[in-house]
C-alpha cells in the first residue's frame, strides 16, 4: 500500500491557522489545542515528541519537492454566544471558517463545543477538512463528543461503542473531550497540509480518500489492533497514556502516520 501523490498544491512554508472557538471552552481547554500546535515546530528534551511525529508529514512535502511546513497560531477568535446557534449544517462549518478567514495559503480550525451538534458528527465522523478552491484556502472542524459519542470519537480514552469493552486510557491532559479532540485535530491536520484540495496525497477515490493519518485508523502505538491502541508510556502520576512530549512539559496521544518513505504505519513508541 502508498498514498499515491497527484501533483497538486500541498500546504508548505510557514502556514498560519486560526482557531475559532465556536461555544463555550475554558482556558485550560484552549491551551490544551494551543500547545499542540506549538509543539508541532519545537523539538523538546525528552522524545517521543510531538516534533517527532510531525517529521514524518514534512516526509511528504520533501517527498514533493515542496518546503517544510511550519505550523503559526496567527488569531484565535472565541464565538461564545453561538451566534448561528447549537446545530450547524455541513456548510454552515465552511462559512465560519471563511468567516474567521479567506486568505489563500492559510488554514482555519472550527472548534465546536461539547453542546454543539453538527450535521454527521458521531453518525458518520468525529471531525472533517475542507476547502474553498477559489479561495485556495483550507478549513479543519472537530466537535468535542464528550457528552454525545465518546465511545466513537474519544477512544481510547472512553469505552468503544463497539468491540472488546477494555478499560479506558487515562486522557493524557485529564480532559476526555478534548484528548479526544486532539487525536482527530491532529489526523485531519496531517491529511489537511497533504492533501488540501483533494490532489495532493492520498489512495482510493477522490469521494473517500486514505490519507496520511485515516490509513492507520486505532493505531497509537507498537502491536495495536482493533480495540487495542498499542503499546504506550504511562505518567507514573497520573497514570495517563500518551505517546508524545509537548511544550511545557505537555503529554499528548498522537495517531500513527503513514510513512511514505516505508509504506509503514509509523508509531513513534
Known amino acids: 500500500m502508498s498514498l499515491t501523490y497527484h501533483q497538486g498544491v500541498l500546504l508548505e512554508g510557514n502556514l498560519p491557522i486560526s482557531i475559532l472557538w465556536y461555544g ?9 489545542v494551543s500547545d499542540f500546535l506549538l509543539s508541532l515546530n519545537q523539538q523538546e528534551k525528552q ?13 511528504y ?27 450547524l449544517k455541513k456548510s454552515q462549518i465552511s462559512e465560519l471558517a471563511l468567516k474567521v478567514n479567506s486568505k489563500p495559503g492559510e488554514l482555519t480550525l472550527v472548534l465546536t463545543a461539547k453542546d454543539v451538534a453538527v450535521e454527521g458528527f458521531c453518525m458518520s465522523n468525529c471531525g472533517f477538512h475542507g476547502s474553498d478552491t477559489k ?10 463528543s464528550v ?25 493524557p491532559n485529564g480532559d476526555v473531550g478534548l484528548d479526544g479532540m486532539i487525536v482527530n485535530i491532529a489526523s485531519l491536520l496531517a491529511g489537511t497540509v497533504t492533501n488540501p484540495f483533494g490532489n495532493g496525497y492520498f489512495l482510493g477515490s477522490v469521494g473517500a480518500p486514505l490519507e496520511a493519518a485515516s490509513a492507520c485508523p486505532g493505531v497509537y502505538g507498537k502491536g495495536a489492533y482493533p480495540g487495542y491502541a498499542g503499546e504506550l508510556l504511562v505518567d507514573s502520576v497520573t497514570m ?3 505517546n508524545a512530549h509537548g511544550v511545557s512539559g ?7 502516520v503513514f510513512d ?10
Open 24 to 32: 463555550e471552552f475554558s482556558p485550560a481547554q484552549k491551551s490544551i
Open 47 to 59: 522524545n517521543p515528541s510531538v516534533f517527532l511525529w510531525w517529521n514524518t508529514i514534512q516526509t
Open 61 to 87: 512535502m520533501k517527498k514533493a519537492g515542496k518546503k517544510e511546513t511550519h505550523v503559526v497560531i496567527s488569531n484565535q477568535i472565541s464565538d461564545n454566544n453561538y451566534s448561528i446557534g447549537k446545530t
Open 135 to 144: 479561495l485556495k484556502s483550507a478549513f479543519i472542524w472537530v466537535g468535542n
Open 147 to 171: 457528552t454525545q459519542c465518546p465511545g466513537q470519537c474519544a477512544w481510547p480514552f472512553h469505552q468503544p461503542i463497539y468491540g472488546p469493552q477494555t478499560t479506558p486510557l487515562g486522557a
Open 240 to 242: 495517563a497514556s500518551y
Open 250 to 256: 505537555r503529554k499528548y496521544l498522537l495517531p500513527a
Open 260 to 269: 511514505p518513505s516505508t509504506s509503514q504505519c509509523s508509531t513513534i513508541v
